[in-house]
């Protein structure tokens, strides 16, 4: 038996995803503390009884992760890899319509917190291996050990611990322990393939990029004084004055995918909105056609107040003030203050350009009062355009769905691809969910009644299995 190349879904499929997706929710997996361990072993017996050799580690108590791998004729090349989190962040049940850890199957919805961010996607992917897997024992050929019949790569599954906090017990202690396990040609990840309707049209973004992040920590200094004589070395006075200069937006910068992702869009938009990017397009900063050259107030005209943001966001290099501390007294004029801010900077805005930008947007008289802490820093990421998996992902999607408009996309967000990225392995955002309005990435990811439909799974997976099955045969 050859795999089955289109991804017709039977019965037993759909029941197994879902309830597999109950359970990883169930295993709850707060990061902190993670306890990604209880997740990672749920999957070892999954894939233990279909045949399929994993590796669960704990390199900190608690801290697990799990990497399988399925073979193919290694006619085709490097590796494919499904990466995954298994750890989700905090949900408080109050705002809760279900209880956030029960995975609830209810109104046609998998209800709980990581049914977006990403038990799905873990799910999606752990069915795709169970199908791989069993199209091996169907051919009499054990899937631990033997070729699966008609790939040409090797298919690796990772579901790491602690991307919520960085990946630093998950990803990034794989690479730098174990390369090996997850050398790959392409890895497919969370944040993109969600639809995200717009104007009545879906779109498709695949996630191509992410932002990087630089922390500062801003020490203001003044000088102490008597509160009954103000002065304008009042420490929490300048750091006042920095932060309003902080948060004014800085200049435009249209990385290749953003203008790629605008190229593609724009046939798709109403005229109002098709002048606002177009004019975005010809001229990033100040073009005539974009409203008085303010380009945050031209997209909050067209788009709504999330979507427009997350467009500004990736566009700018952005700071985001986060903690402000000063004084001890009220009668007593500080002398210090503490500004920590993170910034989030595109691919291109290294850690000095970015501390360049902070100082034009700070004045050199303000930026002489300050001491400047960098704290820590993460490189922005960018998968190549040109490379045949990003063709096949876009194929895939409009296949299953003709109406569709697959984008590139930036993430303004880091995920675990930053790891990867140093390894070589490039990683795109596809965990294709065909999702209706108000049921997107970005209105639940890390909210309140986060859930999935069970439709948009059952569209999900033989996408997955498609992109699969198209780059690795
Ligand atoms: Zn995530």
Known sequence: MQVPVAGELSERESTELVELLRQL?????VNPPGDEILVARHLERVFAEEGIASTVVEPFPGRGSIVARVHGDGTGGDPLLLLSHLDVVPAEPEGWSHEPFAGDLADGYVWGRGAIDMKGMVAMEAQVMRRLARS???AGRNPATDPIPGLRRDVIFCSSADEEAGGWHGADWIVNNHPEWLHAAAAL???GGIATTYGGIRFYPIQVAEKGFVV??????????????????????????????????????????????LK???????????KVLGALLADPNGGAGVEAGDVDAALRGICDPVLGRTLSAVIHDTVSVGIVQSGVKYNVIPGTAMIEIDCRTLPGTDE????????RRIGEELWAR???????????????????????????????DPDGVPVPFMAPFATDAKHLARIGVPTYGFSPLRVG????????MHGDDERVSVEALRWGLPVLWDAVIRFCS
């Open 25 to 29: 929710i169930r295993i709850k997996s």
């Open 136 to 138: 091996a024992r169907a």
């Open 189 to 191: 990840n969370e944040a």
């Open 216 to 261: 500062y920590r801003l020490h203001v200094k003044g000088r102490w004084g008597h509160g009954s004589v103000p002065t304008p070395d009042n420490a929490a006075v300048l750091a006042a004055q920095i932060v309003m200069r902080l948060s004014e937006s800085g200049p435009v910068r249209l990385t290749d995918a953003m203008a790629l992702s």
């Open 264 to 274: 593609r869009a724009l046939p798709h938009m109403a005229p109002r909105a098709a």
């Open 352 to 359: 000095p350009a970015m501390r360049a930008e902070l100082r």
């Open 370 to 400: 300050l001491e400047v802490e960098f704290v820590h820093v993460g490189a922005a990421v960018q998968a190549p355009l040109d490379a045949p998996i990003f063709g096949i992902l876009e194929s895939v999607l409009r296949d299953h």
């Open 437 to 444: 309005d108000g049921d997107g990435l970005l209105d639940l």
